[in-house]
């Protein structure tokens, strides 16, 4: 079984920057992906970033590209997602996911975190 547990959610002003990180643990945890996510009251869980595992190729939703950088520590199980330049529509519960493939689907991931808080004031 595989658990993540997602830390570095809080209150920023727009602008700030936050950075949230995901430690996965569990027997033989080699997933092909990692996955970001959000959803924000009465919406859908909407894509955020994916970074592979093995290689660190990364893919980004518009919406944050330019702004938010997903990494890995292979050594630490962990999976990071530096964010810059917060607005307020980025306000949701931030999700860290793993997966069996390469993919923005929520579908494709077995595995999910708790979830971590992130708002933004104006």
């Known amino acids: 079984q595989v658990q993540l547990v997602e830390s570095g959610g809080g209150l920023v002003q727009a602008g700030g920057s936050l950075r949230l990180s995901c430690a996965a643990s569990g027997r033989s945890f080699v997933p092909v992906a990692m996955g970001w996510f959000r959803q924000a009251p009465g919406k859908e869980r909407d894509y955020v970033a994916t970074?592979?595992?093995?290689?660190?190729?990364?893919s980004y939703a518009d919406s944050v590209k330019g702004r938010f950088t997903i990494s890995r520590d292979k050594s630490k199980n962990t999976v990071y997602l530096q964010m810059n330049s917060l607005k307020p529509e980025d306000t949701a519960v931030y999700y860290c996911a793993a997966g069996p493939h390469w993919s923005r689907s929520v579908n494709n991931y077995d595995y999910w975190g708790q979830g971590t808080q992130v708002t933004v004031s104006s």
């Open positions: 970074v592979n595992w093995a290689g660190g190729l990364t």
